[in-house]
């Protein structure tokens, strides 16, 4: 007889993996479904998904490496700190990199361990329905369920006629494991995972050049942002960004790469380098799901077609994360799986997209939730802005690190805050805040009237709120 659960998550990334642990708190015999090994040594399953395994982890941890490498070689001075012949032990970075990522992996199995949700190990996919489910294949063994969970995720989109070998052509997952500098690193795509691995790979003494196909840079983010990243990271950082690139013919050339591009006046160029990195965006993992043979809909983008609380269009088949609608973020997946483990569970589940908040976790920090002033300025919404930098905040200057500033926006009639828009350290800690005000409709006389710690960066958010209604105290 096959074996029975309540829910069967498909899928151990953020969102399956956090959906799974919720619904066995809230009393569902519960069962996660995985197949990736992520290279693990002992070629058993990794939990976590891209996230934790060959995206927002182990990226990060690179981060911290190479801009500690970089502080030493250029920051610490002004601190009255003298570092002699600094050197960086690739090595021993990414080994650094690699126990984090183990240490979160088995962090989960041992979750699941506490919360008694059943890993099944192996590829998932449906099978057929039951009288009040459906039946699901894990690598040939068919389990039943009363729900299922769809958290497939996504996985790099490449370039048709760019062979992607994670050696010298790399995606996410190649660009963390160079074993050592490349003299010249060139960058396909300019946005949240090439600003990142470009940024790396500079600090640690590359020649990075990113080719971007958009007209703009950083078309997302709020032009006051965008306009102040590239400043920093074209003048100051040295990152060689070139937009309105077309790209055409890329080849192996020896131990390296050629990449031909038309630029945006039409004339041809090439870029030469020794690692390539493609970082063109994300698609989502529909196939092998067996989804045309039980009639699940899909998008006109591929993804899974859910309304707003991830249900499909099959009774008691849910879709969370990178594989449904909405921006593809971990934490976003995240909170989906919870709402959708509530769900079942016949609470009120709740995920406002609206809110969701985003980061760049290049050096200054980019965050945003809400609204930008373009896109309110094209939905003719009547606003009011307050802008402060960090220059005019004793903790920033105490840190040594001024760059940027906090933007807040709010609905001119009723001051209910419409975006925030943060560029500067701890841009990603920061925005929190804003994420709690905007989820509660506060408005900026609120945050204006909290008392923030002196001295803190967050009292940039609380001077911006003040300029909103044109009275900062300190700038």
């Known amino acids: 007889m096959p074996k029975q659960f309540d829910v069967v998550v498909i899928g151990g990334g953020p969102g399956g993996y956090v959906a799974a642990i919720r619904a066995a708190q809230l009393g569902f015999t ?11 040594p002992k070629g058993e399953v990794r939990l976590g998904g ?26 610490f001075v002004m601190h009255g700190i003298s570092v002699k012949d600094v050197k960086i032990d690739v090595a021993s970075m990414i080994r650094r990199k690699n126990n984090i990522v183990s240490q979160l992996t088995s962090g989960i199995k041992g979750l699941f361990k506490k919360n008694k949700v059943t890993l099944l190990p192996g590829h998932g996919k449906f099978a057929g329905r039951t009288a009040d489910g459906w039946q699901v294949d ?6 039943e369920t009363k729900h299922v969970i769809i958290a497939t995720g996504s996985t790099a989109r490449h370039l048709p006629g760019v062979p992607v070998d994670n050696k010298v052509i790399c995606d996410n997952v190649g660009a963390l494991d160079f074993d050592e500098v490349p003299k010249r690193l060139g960058v396909i795509g300019a946005g949240v995972i090439g600003l990142e691995m470009g940024s790396v790979w500079k600090r640690l003494g590359s020649q990075v050049t990113l080719l971007e196909a958009l007209p703009e840079f950083l078309g997302a983010a709020d032009q006051a942002v965008a306009k102040e990243a590239w400043k920093v990271f074209t003048n100051k950082q040295g990152l060689n960004i070139v937009l309105g690139a077309k790209i055409g013919k890329v080849t192996r050339n020896g131990n390296g790469v050629t990449v031909e591009y038309e630029n945006s006046d039409g004339s041809s160029a090439r870029l030469e380098c020794d690692k390539l990195i493609v970082s063109v965006g994300r698609v989502p993992n529909t196939a092998g799901l067996n989804a045309e043979e039980v009639g699940l809909e899909l998008d006109d983008r591929g993804r899974i077609a859910v309304d707003q609380h991830c249900r499909t269009n099959l009774p008691g088949v849910w879709a969370v994360g990178d594989v449904v609608r ?15 483990a509530e769900l079942i569970a016949g609470q009120a589940g709740h995920v406002n997209l609206d809110t969701v908040p985003w980061v760049i976790y290049t050096h200054p920090e980019i965050a945003w939730v809400g609204k930008t002033e373009q896109q309110l300025k094209a939905e003719r919404v009547e606003y009011r802005a307050g802008q402060i930098p960090f220059v005019a905040n004793g903790r920033a200057l105490g840190q040594g690190d001024t760059t940027g500033f906090v933007k807040m926006l709010a609905d ?9 828009h943060v560029i500067g350290t701890n841009a990603s800690e920061l925005i929190a805040e804003a994420v709690v005000a905007m989820e509660f409709g506060a408005s900026s006389e609120d945050i204006a009237r ?12 609380h001077e911006a709120a003040l300029a909103v209604d044109k009275r900062p105290l300190h700038f």
Do not use: F, W
Request: with cysteine.
């Open 30 to 40: 519960t069962a996660c479904v995985e197949s990736q090994a992520y290279a693990d």
């Open 50 to 75: 891209t996230c934790l395994n060959v995206g927002c982890i182990p990226s990060k941890a690179l981060l911290q490496s190479s801009e500690l490498y970089d502080q030493a070689n250029h920051a």
């Open 138 to 143: 894990v690598a040939g063994e068919i389990v």
């Open 326 to 340: 909405g921006p593809m973020l971990a934490h976003k997946g995240m909170e989906e799986g919870v709402m959708v």
């Open 412 to 420: 001119a009639k009723t001051d209910r805050i419409l975006g925030v």
């Open 450 to 461: 909290i008392v923030h710690a002196h001295p803190t960066l967050s009292e940039v958010m």
